[in-house]
């Protein structure tokens, strides 16, 4: 073998070279493989890959995105760019609830039902804490695990990254590149905590909300600001002993979405139950963000967000850069520790101290 | 009158050269007046004015806080520099309520009450549309008028500014400054629509909502957020009529404000009703201020929340300037609208977009 032995690290698909090959190991598929392997694509071939329905140009293009490197950012923004004309023609549908509440069951279960109305799924996510970035997928497998395997669906982890700024905006871009892949409903997932919900809110066309029965009054009061994002509640895992539960909470959520004000969509949210585990329910989730679609068509309001979030995203991703700059600055660094203590100790006025940081940085970044 | 007549506009207090004084016209007011009058006091001279309570030097030195001019700016860093050590020895009153709620008469009656405790009352707002900026001080002034005239009371309308932000600063570095002049008491008025809550929540102590009896579901909908802010809700026009529904009220108040998750500041909002016309109910609305003030002195919340608001200033002012500087930048002007079009034909990515503009404000500001 006397290729393999050049090499420190052969390949275990050239290992067995001259060895017979078991019937289960496709030749072809081996040589795709390989022929893969062998170059790095160009931007053109992501392109033409993504465009043709190919899920391995789509995840070395979404890799592409979540890179921190320059040159792969340029290339990203190529590949994005010829993808755009291709992308937008989909229902982006967000999905949050607390951990517990059956999200990757639930996602298994409504993304097959969907496969199995003939749509291309692709399942994105937002947090780093995510359930589909924390083992499922890449671990114990023991969720999603049909959903892997379903050549109409495409799963990505959420990308890693320091800010949630920062993995929204590769979460957003990925969302277009599966798109010009042919992937016709694009679910996004995020944990019912913290920040995400806004950022996710901001780049789908609808906004379920996963909840259980019986959550006590205080959790109900942290969730109110993600209530009032949400289209449609669900309350899983009515099954069992607990369906009575569930209907009970589902009027109690209908009691309580009526105190919102109404929604610029037109669209009054609504309560549903459904069991993930036993495959109920599911049918009426997707009639209802299917009577949410037909309206917001009908009224406009599907194109009007959907440019309203464009244009918050332009603007978002250049103020949260300008922040990034500045904060990021080496001098600044240094200087806005003693500023800050400055300020504590009433030396300096915090409106001071901002100025003389911001005439520091002008000048430096000046040189 | 050879000396007015060189004057194209003679002052009205030179014009009665020669003419008998009559008797209620002060001979020594006029010459204070006039001495003020003929220089334009340095910084040193506000300074000392401020620290020995005189009322007329904290107005200059605010109007030169209020000022747009580069070298007005300056002075007026200089100025508060020097009144940082005086300050911070008040306590900070947020007043908020919409309109209607009877705010200016309630700041007239209460602010009196304190006056008449020996305190010394700032009023300042944060609102272009304050009711202390319309009319009722510089005009009409059938509100207030007695607060007003009070020597133990400052009254300042709403700084005039283009942004909530400049506004908010203003008033911000002007509470510095009735602190350094001796003012242990400051109100702040806003008005109980928008984000100026969330500004004066952010400069104040302790922070009141007046409210009505008998106000709809829907009014209480919108401001569910502001009454989580509250550290007292004060019914008031508790009077006539009116007394048993503002006492059904606070029953309904107090209920909801036990939804609310609990304080940081270990505090549990209080609500009471009052009639600021009838003159009732006052003293109980300064008990539960003085008790709020006892707990959070005791056990730490006041002096770290007054930290917390420093930090919160400095980053928040670095934050807007970035913004500002950006968005005001010639080129940057010009070039955002054609990006957001752009990005609304789907010709290029929010993020390519946003990318391009600050590559292109980074290269211009190196200029």
């Not at 390989?34 to 992501?46: E, G, H, V």
């Not at 509440?101 to 409504?110: A, D, N, Q, R």
């Not at 997928?137 to 799963?155: H, Q, W, Y």
């Not at 010009?180 to 609808?206: K, N, P, R, Y």
């Amino acid at each position: 073998m006397p290729v393999a032995q050049k090499k420190t690290h052969p390949s275990a698909l050239t290992e067995n070279d001259g060895i017979e090959q078991p019937e289960i190991i496709s030749a072809s598929s081996v040589a795709q493989i390989q022929s893969f392997r062998k170059k790095i694509p160009t931007a053109d071939d992501l392109v033409n890959g993504i465009l043709a329905g190919d899920k391995t140009a789509l995840s070395r293009a979404i890799t592409l995105v979540e890179s921190t490197s320059a040159a792969h950012l340029e290339k990203a923004n190529d590949v994005i760019k010829a993808c755009l004309p291709h992308a937008n023609k989909s229902v982006r549908i967000g999905i949050t609830g607390v951990p517990g509440v059956g999200k990757s069951t639930f996602i298994e279960v409504f993304g097959t039902f969907l496969t199995n109305l003939g749509k291309k799924v692709a399942v994105l996510a937002v947090d780093p804490s995510s359930s589909i970035s924390h083992g499922s997928i890449l671990g114990d497998k023991t969720r999603m695990e049909e959903l892997v395997r379903n050549e109409n669906a495409f799963i990505r982890p959420s990308a890693s990254g320091e800010s949630l700024g920062g993995v929204a905006r590769k979460t957003r871009e990925s969302i277009i590149l599966c798109e010009a892949c042919g992937f016709d409903t694009i679910l996004i997932e995020t944990v019912g905590v913290g920040q995400s919900e806004t950022a996710v809110h901001s780049m789908v066309d609808f906004f379920l909300l996963l909840n259980l029965a019986g959550a006590g009054d205080e959790l109900q009061g942290i969730k109110r600001g993600i209530m009032e994002m949400a289209d449609a509640i669900v309350i899983n895992k009515a099954d069992g002993d607990n369906i009575k539960r569930a209907r009970l909470a589902k009027t109690e959520y209908n009691r309580a979405l009526h105190l919102f004000p109404m929604k610029n969509s037109g669209w009054s949210p609504k309560v549903t139950t459904c069991s993930a585990l036993a495959n109920e329910g599911i049918e009426e989730v997707w009639q209802t963000i299917s009577d949410y679609f037909s309206l917001t068509r009908a009224n406009g309001y599907f194109d009007k967000k959907r440019n309203e979030q464009n244009q918050y995203w332009l603007l978002e991703t250049i103020n949260e850069q300008l922040k990034t700059n500045f904060y990021n600055h080496p001098e600044i660094q240094k200087l806005l520790e003693e500023n800050k203590k400055a300020v504590q100790n009433s030396e300096i006025s915090p409106f001071a101290a901002a100025r003389h940081l911001l005439d520091l940085y002008q000048n430096n970044t000046k040189d």
